[in-house]
């Protein structure tokens, strides 16, 4: 079957397992952005009212859950990532056609659901707690970890399936209820994700949908904080949102869990494997239209390769194919017509100190300003974009200092590591980073100055692995970290327990044994006796 859907989708948000009534947040159609005739979700938009409900059908819904042994948790973790493994060439399909990721990075992201569920499954068999010694006889410590509750999850449309579910599949597996607000332009893809998950067994109001626009999530997020019906928000986007969404829980006491924007840098050393470092930087900087958190921003260049990098790199983009993402291309259209407006924006920080390069133009692919070798018809059809790299940047340039989520890469040049580590953390963003070097010293020293959550060497800055810590520092998010083992933290509290069985009130600090030292005691003159 060709990989893109066809049929339109007709969708709503789901309270407690129910279609909500009504478009009481207005109508949207989602469009194909590779071809913006062809409609893929006619979706119901909800409003505040609707998003409180859902936190109140979580709320509802989850000390039942929390009861279901965590094993049992487990198990339905594992139907849903069977339901979605056995699914996943159609919602990899729906993702190419409604977000326009290239059909095989769709497949790749509907792996990663996989992924997060498998890991999590036996999760479900450990949740472990400790046992701690007392300061006392007859008396026993314990940890035990406790789901924290309603979980309110708003995430980005760029990864409509992979991220959701880095926060959907551990929540529910530690015994939370989740109210999910997915990007409205990705609403076709959330729907089906829905599906999938409550197919998988999940009771209704476990899980709850709402599809609605900015001003009503932020409203209905607002009320149901106050309302004490939401225990923690997970929020994936950009970081003035992200600030927004701090203060809301700050003000009602709570920890969000954000993965912020990223300008992540790659540093290429003298001594790099030049072929392997343009590899990388084409992939992060362009695979996915630029648009992962993790994109590449900023190639960061030693003046003894800088020329040959930059030849190399704009070759190697002009030669990339962009174009029909159901096709085998590198890169296909912006997600929806709502970020060419903002890439136009970015486009326009490019300075004339700067040199542009990557492509036959700038700006956005149409027949007037064709890029040559597009692939799969008439790029106007879409939200197409020349891929740019912008070269001579500098620490004083906007287009250094701003995320610019998009096919846009930065290239400064460096000649003393100090200098490099300048560049890659004087933007203040901490995501993702990344050393090109055959020399260990050099990406250990990175390593350890860098500011990233994450480091790759010889590696791009996209495709982290499910199962390791994935977040950022700075700007980048508030230190919270996901997947694997560390997400744990995020979906659970500690509970200390204390268990005395000695029949009488032992007083902690103040009624424990004391045992004596001869304090008077040096070696100096021991014979040995
Ligand atoms: C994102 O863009 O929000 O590391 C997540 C990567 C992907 C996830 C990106 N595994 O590029």
Known sequence: MSPSATQTLEVASIVAGRAVDGAA??????????????????????????????????????????????????????????????????????????????????????????????????????????????????????TFRKPVGTCAIVTAGNFPAAVPSWY???????????????????????????????????PDGTLNLVLADGPATFAGLEQSLELGLVDKVGFTGSSEVGVQIGELCGRNLQTPCLELGGKNPLVVMGDADLELAVEGALFSG???????????????????????????????????????????????????????ERFEQW??????????LGSSGTGRITAANPRAGFSGGDPERGVFYHPTIVADVTTDDELYRRETFGPIVAVARFSTFD?????????????????????????????????????SVNNSTSGAEAHLPFGGNGKSGNGS??????????????????????????KAQMDVVEITADEGFRLDGWDGR
């Open 25 to 142: 947040g207005g109508t949207l159609a989602t469009r194909n952005p590779a071809d913006l005739t062809q409609v893929v979700a006619n979706v119901r938009l909800a409003d505040s009212a609707a998003f409180v409900a859902a936190a109140r059908a979580a709320h509802d819904a989850q000390p039942a859950w929390a009861a279901v042994p965590a094993p049992v948790r487990g198990a339905v973790v594992q139907q849903i990532g069977r339901l979605v493994e056995a699914s996943k060439e159609s919602l990899a399909r729906l993702i190419t056609t409604e977000i326009g990721k290239p059909y095989a990075e769709a497949l790749g992201e509907v792996q990663e659901v996989v992924d997060t569920c498998n890991f999590f499954i036996s999760e479900g068999r450990r949740l472990y707690g400790q046992t701690v010694p007392s300061e006392m006889p007859d008396k026993q410590l314990f």
């Open 168 to 202: 959907i599949v551990p929540a529910l597996l530690c015994g939370n209820t989740v109210v999910w607000k997915p990007a409205e332009y990705a609403a076709g893809v959330s729907r089906a994700f829905y599906e999938l998950f409550a197919r998988g067994g999940l």
């Open 286 to 340: 362009f695979g996915t239209a630029g648009q992962r958190c993790t994109s590449l921003g900023v190639a960061i260049v030693h003046d003894s390769v800088y020329d040959e990098f930059l030849e190399r790199f704009d070759a190697a983009a002009r030669a990339a194919v962009a174009g029909d993402p159901a096709g085998d291309v590198l890169f296909g259209p912006l997600m929806n017509e709502r970020f060419a």
């Open 347 to 356: 486009l326009g920080l490019i300075q004339p100190h700067h040199r542009v």
């Open 419 to 455: 200098e490099a580590i300048a560049l890659a953390n004087g933007h203040g963003y901490g995501l993702s980073s990344a050393i090109y070097t055959r020399d260990a010293t050099a990406a250990l020293r990175f390593r350890e100055r860098v500011s990233a959550g994450m480091v």
């Open 481 to 506: 970290r996901q997947s694997g083992v560390w997400v744990l933290d995020q979906f659970t509290r500690w509970q200390s327990v204390n268990w005395d069985f000695s029949g009488k009130l032992q």
